[in-house]
């Protein structure tokens, strides 16, 4: 029979997390989950995806960058990349340019339409990561989780 937290038996849950409770790729994949659900919930009238977010926020501090590098920067793999900044182009919040240096290259751009954009989903975002922090317990317990996730990837 499943347990509990404390080993207590739980006649609720038909699935038996036991060995599964304390493992940190589970409990990343899960963090991920809830945190991207409520993502969509926060920004469900503005029909914009976390990467779609992701990409905005990256491209707003890095105009210009090569489509390659904004993708190996958030970790998408570039054939799916191609599909995310049609969507994005296609909405009117970036745009594709050749490259200055190298013509063969697309560099990315936001738009005006897409800065304007991205400055309304700030406050949005803000509150986000407000709710975030609050569950965790504060700034202090957000920064020890970074850094205890940067360990992980760095």
């Not at 977010?53 to 998408?76: D, M």
Request: with cysteine.
């Amino acid at each position: 029979m499943p347990r509990t937290k404390d080993g207590e038996p739980n006649p609720q849950s038909a699935i038996d997390f036991s060995m599964m409770e304390d493992a940190v790729g589970y409990r990343l994949r899960r963090a991920q989950l809830a945190v991207f659900q409520q993502f969509n919930e926060a920004f469900a009238a503005k029909d914009l995806r976390p990467t779609d977010f992701a990409v905005l926020l990256l491209l707003s501090c890095n105009q210009g960058l090569k489509q390659s590098e904004v993708a190996e920067a958030l970790g998408i793999q570039r054939a799916n990349f191609v599909a995310i900044v049609d969507g994005l182009e296609e909405k009117g919040l970036v745009e594709r340019r050749k490259s200055e240096t190298d013509r063969r290259v697309q560099a990315l751009y936001t738009t005006r339409t897409g800065a304007e954009y991205l400055n309304e989903l700030m406050p949005i975002w803000a509150e986000h990561e407000e709710r975030l922090i609050a569950r965790l317990g504060g700034t202090g317990e957000r920064d020890q989780l970074i850094h205890l996730l940067k360990r992980l990837c760095d």
